[in-house]
């Protein structure tokens, strides 16, 4: 099984030379697997989100070494980054981050658009994605006209536009009540068993991470543990 995310001695430092430098990540190494389901948990501070966004290509590490999908982008510019995170990764955020005034078809064809996919092919695929998390009937809604559920349901379509390596879910159940949560966490389980995705979910709970294949814990920027979750 090959390896889509592969990160060695990842340090993030912020104020560089400054007196108040500080340094969240501590030499992070991690793999994951191509069709992996793996959970990174941590307490609030504990670095998780510095690693998410480093992993997300929305932040560079300091210093370190990191693949993705075989790619490296330590020495990538950043309208390379744009272009790797437009078509390797997909985002699912705890707020959403669906355009509101945009229809949840057009927020799905967004990221193609972005990649210069065809509009008839953008639609075409979009529908089909709608269609696939069961929101098919909600096409010309705005976000506004949408539950919570139903948003992040839209949000996780649009993370598979561009069929990218790694679906990367941040706290993607916090805003929903457990019921709704519980739905989102079963889409997931359907894309990465039916679909073969590989999902990296950063989470507060551990209830959740249970659920997936593997479990790392990370405190202080730094990983502490590594374990089984139920799914394996």
Do not use: C, W
């Not at 430098?21 to 190494?29: A, T």
């Not at 079963?186 to 294949?213: C, M, P, W, Y």
């Amino acid at each position: 099984m090959k390896t889509i995310l592969q990160l060695r001695g990842i340090i993030k430092r912020f104020y560089i030379g400054e007196p108040n430098e500080l340094q969240i990540l501590n030499g992070i190494d991690l793999d994951v697997r191509e069709g992996e389901f793996v959970a990174i948990v941590g307490a609030s501070g504990s670095g998780k989100t510095t690693l998410m966004n480093v992993i997300g290509l929305l932040d560079r590490p300091t210093e370190g070494e990191y693949l993705i999908d075989g790619v490296d982008v330590a020495a990538a510019s950043d309208r390379e980054l744009s272009y790797i995170r437009n078509q390797k990764i997909g985002f699912v955020f705890q707020t959403y981050n669906l355009v509101a005034k945009t229809t949840a078809l057009k927020n799905v064809e967004l990221p193609m658009l972005y990649g210069g996919v065809p509009a008839r092919e953008r639609t075409r695929r979009a529908k089909a994605l709608l269609d696939l998390v069961e929101m098919g009937d909600r096409v010309k809604h705005l976000p506004e006209e949408l539950s919570g559920g139903q948003k992040q349901r839209v949000a996780i379509a649009r993370a598979m536009a561009n069929d990218p390596a790694i679906i990367l879910a941040d706290e993607p159940t916090g805003a929903l009540d457990s019921k709704t949560g519980r739905t989102v966490m079963d889409l997931f389980h359907r894309l990465n068993k039916e679909q073969g995705k590989t999902i990296v979910l950063i989470t507060h709970s551990e209830e959740l991470a249970r659920e997936t294949d593997r479990i790392i814990t990370i405190k202080d920027g730094s990983i502490t543990g590594e374990r089984a979750g139920d799914a394996r």
